[in-house]
């Protein structure tokens, strides 16, 4: 298994800024695409930003220009810089990693177990 620990959620008015951090651990394991995903109340889980080992990037539409994901590759963590931040990014933040599990090169998907952010004045 690999194991998740996400931090830096937490309470922002508009226009401010927010960076959520999650380092995966996991003997067996070789992390892949990191991912983050969101989800707001009575919504469907949707797709923030991704980014390869390699350092590629893909950003859902309503977040370019605001968001910023990196990732330090030797620690297995993935950051999300937010800002200008909006009340309708409102929502739980989910740390999602590919990893190939290096015994059956079997890929896995594993998430997080969120961590709220919300925007308001």
């Known amino acids: 298994q690999v194991q998740l620990m996400e931090s830096g959620g937490g309470l922002v008015q508009p226009g401010g800024s927010l960076r959520l951090s999650c380092a995966a651990s996991?003997?067996?394991?070789?992390?892949?695409?990191m991912g983050w995903y969101r989800q707001a109340p009575g919504k469907e889980r949707q797709l923030v930003a991704w980014?390869?080992?390699?350092?590629?990037?893909n950003y859902a539409d309503s977040v370019k220009g605001r968001f910023t994901i990196s990732r330090d590759n030797a620690k297995n963590t993935v950051f999300l810089q937010m800002n200008s931040l909006k009340p309708e990014d409102t929502a739980v933040y989910y740390c999602?990693?590919?990893?190939?599990?290096?015994?059956?090169?079997?890929?896995?998907?594993?998430w997080g177990q969120g961590t709220q952010v919300t925007v308001s004045s």
């Open positions: 996991g003997k067996s394991y070789k992390i892949n695409t």
């Open positions: 980014i390869t080992s390699g350092g590629s990037t």
């Open positions: 999602n990693p590919n990893a190939v599990d290096v015994r059956s090169t079997l890929t896995h998907s594993f």
